[in-house]
């Protein structure tokens, strides 16, 4: 049996809480079951002592009757206060269902859900629309001439039921319950599914003052009522109105004209709303009262009065569209309008063409006359001149005797006509003018251009083509001025001339000339780059002669043109060539013909030809009393430096590391010091910067194989030793100085001459916002070389930054070579720019490997051994992770900003995987698996008598790795960047004293060599493989007899294995640009990379 929740499931809370009041109080009676317990019917006494009879379905299941809904012949008509009522008096007199045999229960089970709202003994009701008046409290909306002041009368329709007396009531059925889904069980479905639609339509717009039963027919906003109504009645929807009468609702089947009937009375002229069936001047007119539906409304409502409000008839008319807005508020207008006949000519001239554009204006009684209509013509002037024509339109309006010219965004309303002009404008679009094909004529949405100007291939077809069309057009003439340009196809292929021009005071820089010439004339340079820029497929010279852009030669000058102005520190200075862009050159003259040449030009590119083509340069003898024997690739080293430095070109020496970079740049500095003694010049000055710890070393090897040059080192500034630095240096030839040094006493370095500058380990200049390097680039040198292994570690801007301070000619501009070549390479794997970038470079830039020219060195053998945590660091590296990971993700959003905090985060996580203890020192009795592991390592390598470098990017990793040595009893060196006596440290290992050097990897990265050690053991990896290749080959490089072994430690399922793979993507930057494999899509360390580190 039904519970109580399933009563009010059916009439809702409030309804429930009545219906069960009513029962209490003995309200209910008559109540009967049907037989088979799925219908219950009863008699309800209300609260104004009237009875109602409410009629309850419900469906059988297994625990008895569920109601399903109710249907009332109160007001509210269904599941409503007396159906629940009905409900709980009849669970008290319910009669026992009959036990179910087990085919019983089966078989109802089964088909009684399929049949559920079916039922044969009761038909759907008939369904049905009365159409009626109510009274509004809105403006008047409608026509009523005679009619008083009074509220206005608004149509409307609710739904009715057809009675078994055969007459439409309104009890039973309401919006709600037609919209309501239970509902589809009701009443019948085709006629309920239309009904909704209509509901729909005439709900859909702003809110109104509609209720339960009735909505107003102001509502529908389109003309689908109509087609709507037509299908209502096809289902048998009844369309009524009349009120009590109930008489069909006629709805006209041809739709009404509305138009304007201007008629002149004796004090002027009178505008009224008129609307007509057919034709507007001679057909029927609607007469009032009548109101429009909708807004913008697409139809009327009139009706004949009767007894009351509600018992009017009611009729409808549609219109064939809607209104437009001025139209509908014209109809809606009370009252004729009055126009005094003084104020007639007002109207004519500024009204009358207004209103006719939105309705029919006739005068149904003859006594008015439309004024005469100008007729419109559209008039072109065009202006001939060289290299185009000019252009503008207007409008001129033509009466007998007269003709009024308009610009065409004239305000004279009195005169134009906008349909004519309209028409005109629409057969100039047919007649090929469209924004497409003539944008300098027309626009975007249709409209002419008033003025106009056509030049290159446009003036051509405008010419050629349209002018002719335009003549055509009906409406349009045509005036021209000065003499046509005569166009023609040039009979000889185009041909690029090139030159270049010396800039008096600067030997760097030469201006660039190029020209396109076609026949005798010459097309300006400027304008076949705008042509080329636009698209265009010809070009048109200023005596009339085009030539086709389809030459690949032209898109390829282009491209290089660009490239030169883009690579210049001011795009808008004059176009310019410098002497390090001999590349550059060579692909300009691979387009055209050398026309001229200034002679200082023509040396430098001379001197740089042959080099650039094969790489082979004159052979130079090496220096009297330079001691070091050259191996071949250090002599071709050596005579590439000396090619630089005769034609004070600056470039980078980028050989792998241990490859005799600093025995070549000294043999080439005794050549120079050798040729200027010959000539019986002074002798030239060099200046080396180096970091601290190489310095040393420098001096060492001038002293070695230069013992005829004086070398100097500077230890300390000037401030600090009180001494000037002039004096300091006395008459060496090569000074060598520190990085910090050269920026505290910048000022001292400049003011000395120098022969040239050696920036060794280079990439301490990498950073062209840094200090260092803005005070390198203030000291004015005329030959600069960089020494690096690694020009470029993370970005492309860092290899700017070094060839600007060594070749400051080839790339000037930083964000000339971001947008030109970074971005392109970096970003988009651009290779066609990567490969023009290796070309630009390749003259100033020598790079050799070990691989390919030190054959005899012996093999370096690399393994990266896994290290699986223990359980207790694991537990506490998941922690900090989880921890991080948290933090870092929320910061990733302002990545540049958070930039120190996130790099923090991911420092704790690497220190975590190498040694729990480093983060906390509550964590010192978590063994550390890679330690123990490098016991293990270490203890072997020194049974069998092999000598270790171990490198570690933390210095306290270090500290405990000395306390785990010192307690087995093992003898070491240490060097990291607070190491005092480098040398003692660096020499108690190569003397044998020690064999075991623990290095901190940024103090031992570089400017060491440790060939007497034959194993090396990473135990973290770090971002940049520049600085991990640099550490390994302090012991493999010349001078190595062994075998050298490297172990990267990397903690597995860690941070560490992320790092190996984004050390990876910088690895393939570098060997891209340098060698031409790997993937150049590389750079810095990104958001992105943070996510997948943490990920």
């Given at each position: ?7 009010a ?9 009545r219906a ?7 309200r209910v ?9 799925t219908?219950?019917t009863?008699?309800?006494r ?12 419900l469906r059988?299941t ?23 009522a009905?409900l709980?008096?009849?669970?008290r ?6 036990a179910?045999t ?6 109802r089970?089964?088909?009684?859900p ?5 039922d044969p003994d009761?038909?759907s ?18 026509s ?7 509220r206005?009368a608004?149509?409307?329709?609710r739904?009715?039921l ?13 919006w709600?319950?037609i919209t ?9 479905d ?12 005439l ?8 209720t339960?039963s009735?909505?107003?027919l102001?509502?529908?906003r389109?003309t689908?009522?109509w ?20 008489v069909p609702?006629q ?7 509305p ?20 034709d ?7 007469l009032?009262?009548?109101s429009?539906?909708g ?7 009139t009706?004949e009065?009767g ?5 009017a008839?009611?009729a ?14 014209f109809?809606?207008?009370?009252d004729p ?11 004519l001239?500024?009204h009358y ?5 939105v ?8 006594s008015?006359?439309?004024p ?5 013509a559209?008039?072109?002037v065009?202006?001939?001149g060289p290299g ?11 009466l007998?005797g007269?003709a ?8 004279e309303?009195s ?6 002009e309209r028409?005109?404008v ?13 944008p300098?004529l027309?626009g975007a ?5 008033e003025?106009f100007?056509?030049h290159?291939?446009?003036?051509v ?8 069309a335009v ?10 001025r000065?003499?046509?340009?005569e166009?023609r ?6 041909v690029v ?5 010396a800039?008096?005071?600067n030997r760097?820089w ?7 010439r ?5 097309a300006?340079?400027?304008?076949v ?8 497929d ?7 002669v085009w030539f086709?852009?389809d ?11 660009a490239?030169?102005?883009?690579l210049t520190?001011d795009?808008?200075a004059p176009?310019?060539i ?8 060579e692909d ?6 050398v026309a001229r040449?200034?002679?200082a ?5 001379e001197?740089?030809?042959g080099f650039?083509?094969?790489?082979h340069l004159?052979q ?7 001691t070091a024997?050259?191996r071949?690739?250090?002599?071709e080293?050596?005579?590439w ?6 034609n004070r070109?600056?470039g ?6 241990g ?5 070549q ?10 040729q200027?003694e ?14 601290t ?10 002293n070695?194989?230069l013992?005829?040059?004086e070398v100097v ?5 000037v ?6 630095l002039?004096?300091?240096?006395g008459?060496a ?15 001292s370095y400049?003011?000395?001459?120098w022969a040239?500058m050696?920036l060794?380990e280079?990439?301490?200049a990498?950073?062209r916002h840094?200090?260092?390097y ?12 960089a ?11 860092e290899?700017?930054?070094i ?6 000619g080839?790339f ?8 030109h070549y ?15 970038l ?6 100033l ?12 060195l012996?093999?370096?053998t690399?393994?990266?051994?896994e290290?699986?945590l ?6 506490v590296?998941?922690?900090h992770l989880?921890r991080?990971?948290?933090?870092v ?5 302002e ?9 923090r ?5 690497r220190?975590v ?11 010192e009795?978590?063994p ?9 390592l270490l ?13 570690s ?8 790795v000395?306390d785990?040595l010192?307690?087995a ?14 040398g ?8 044998g004293?020690?064999?075991v050097?623990?290095?901190?990897l940024?103090?031992?990265g570089?400017?060491?060599n440790l060939?007497?050690a ?8 770090w971002?940049?493989p520049a ?17 050298v ?14 790092v190996m793979?984004?050390?990876?993507s910088?690895r393939?930057l570098?060997?891209a ?5 790997g ?17």
């Open positions: 049996m039904y519970s109580d929740l399933d009563v499931r059916i009439t809702g809370p409030a309804g429930f809480a069960d009041r009513y029962q209490k109080e003995g009676s008559d109540v009967r079951w049907s037989t088979d317990r219908t219950l009863g008699r309800v209300g609260s104004e002592h009237a009875r109602y009879s409410a009629r309850v379905r059988p297994p625990d008895g009757p569920v109601p399903i809904s109710g249907r009332c012949d109160c007001p509210v008509g269904a599941d409503c206060k007396h159906v629940g009905v709980l008096e009849g669970r007199g319910a009669p026992a269902a009959p179910p087990v085919a019983d229960a089966l078989w089970r089964t088909l009684d399929i049949l559920d709202g079916l009761e038909s009701a008939v369904l049905g629309l009365v159409f009626e008046l109510q009274q509004s409290d809105l403006p008047w909306t409608g009523r001439r005679t009619a008083p002041r009074e206005p608004i149509v409307g329709v739904p009715v057809l009675g078994s007396n055969g007459r439409w009531r309104r009890t039973g059925v309401s709600r319950t309501n889904e239970w509902s589809v069980h009701e009443y019948d085709a006629q309920t599914r239309v009904l909704r639609e209509l509901h729909r339509l709900t859909a717009g702003p809110p109104s003052f509609a339960e009735w909505l107003p102001g509502g529908a389109t689908a009522l087609p709507l109504l037509k299908e209502a009645e096809e289902h048998g929807i009844g369309l009524v109105t009349g009120g009590r009468e109930q609702l709805v006209a089947a041809a739709p009404l004209t138009a304007v009937d201007l008629v002149r009375t004796d004090g002027g002229l009178r505008l009224a709303p008129l609307l007509a069936q057919g507007a001047a001679t057909g029927p007119a609607l009032p009262p009548f429009l539906i807004d913008p409304a697409i139809g009327v409502a009706w009065p007894e009351s409000l509600a018992d008839r009611i409808l008319a549609p219109f064939a569209e809607p209104l437009q807005p001025a139209a509908h508020a109809l809606r207008l009370p309008i009055e126009v005094p006949a003084d104020e007639e000519p007002d109207f001239a500024h063409r207004k209103l006719a554009s309705l029919p204006i006739v005068s149904r009684d003859g008015f006359s439309p005469a209509r100008p007729i419109a559209l008039e072109l065009v202006e001939h185009g024509a000019t252009g503008r339109w207007s409008w001129r309006y033509t007998p007269d009024t010219p308009l610009s065409l965004g004239s305000d309303d005169i134009r006509d906008p349909l004519q028409r005109i629409i057969a100039l679009r047919g007649a090929g003018l469209d924004a497409a094909r003539t300098e027309i949405h249709g409209e002419l251009r003025t100007a056509v290159g291939m446009a003036a077809a405008f010419g050629r083509d349209l002018l002719p003549r055509a057009v009906p409406g349009v003439t045509v005036v021209e000065g003499e046509p340009v166009y196809e040039a009979e000889e292929a185009p001339a090139i030159g270049t021009r800039i008096e005071g760097d030469f201006d660039l000339d190029i020209e396109v076609v026949g005798g004339e010459v300006p340079l400027g304008e780059f705008l042509a080329l820029a636009r698209g265009d010809a070009m048109v010279l200023p005596g009339g086709p852009l030459d690949p030669v032209f898109e390829r000058l282009r491209a290089l043109i490239e030169a102005r883009e520190d795009p808008r176009l310019r410098s002497r390090f862009q001999g590349s550059l050159w300009l003259v691979a387009l055209g013909v040449q200034a002679e030009w023509r040396r430098a590119v001197l740089t030809e650039a083509a094969d790489g004159e130079h003898p090496l220096p009297a009393g330079f024997e050259l071949p690739y250090q002599r080293g050596y005579d430096l000396s090619f630089l430095y005769d070109l600056g980078v020496l980028a050989d792998d590391m490859l005799g970079k600093t025995v740049s000294l043999a080439m500095i005794g050549r120079a010091v050798q200027a010959a000539r019986g010049e002074a002798r030239p000055r060099f200046l080396v910067v180096a970091p710890s190489v310095v040393p070393n420098w001096i060492a090897e001038t070695r194989f013992p005829d040059l080192g500077i230890t300390e500034t401030r600090k030793s009180r001494t000037p002039t004096e300091t240096i008459d030839d090569i000074v060598v100085t520190s990085y910090a040094l050269l920026r505290l006493d910048t000022a400049a003011g000395v001459t040239g050696l060794d280079a990439q301490f990498k950073n840094s200090t260092t803005q005070r390198i680039r203030a000291i004015d040198v005329p030959f600069r070389l020494i690096t292994g690694t020009p470029l570690e993370n970005d492309l801007m290899l700017w930054s060839l600007s301070i060594a070749a400051p080839l000037p501009s930083p964000s000339g070579f971001q947008d970074a971005k392109p390479i970096e970003k988009e794997g651009d290779r066609e720019r990567l490969a023009q290796q070309r630009r470079i390749r003259p830039l020598l790079r050799r490997t070990k691989e390919l020219v030190a054959s005899d012996p093999p370096k690399e393994q990266v051994i290290v699986e223990g359980k207790k660091q694991r537990a590296y998941d922690r989880n991080e990971r948290q933090r993700l929320g910061l990733i959003g990545f540049d900003r958070n930039r120190f905090t996130i790099f985060a991911l420092t704790t996580l220190q995987a190498l040694d729990a203890a480093l983060v906390d020192a509550a964590n009795g978590v550390s698996a890679k330690l123990d592991l490098f016991d293990e203890e072997n390598a020194l049974e069998e008598h092999h000598r270790v470098l171990v490198f990017q933390f210095t306290r990793l270090l500290g405990r000395k785990r010192d307690a009893g093992i003898g070491y060196a240490y060097l990291d960047g607070a190491t005092r006596r480098r003692e440290a660096i020499d108690r290992f190569r003397s004293e020690a064999d050097f623990l290095i901190s940024k103090a031992g570089f400017g060491l060939a007497e034959d194993y090396c053991i990473l135990l973290d990896p971002w940049n600085a991990e290749a640099q550490a390994v080959d302090r012991a493999h490089r010349i001078g190595q007899q062994r075998q072994m490297v172990y990267r430690l990397v903690a597995r399922d860690t941070i560490e294995e992320k793979a984004l050390k990876q910088k393939e570098f060997d640009v340098m060698d031409g494999t993937d150049a899509t590389a750079s810095s360390l990104t958001a992105a990379d943070v996510r997948e580190l943490l990920a």
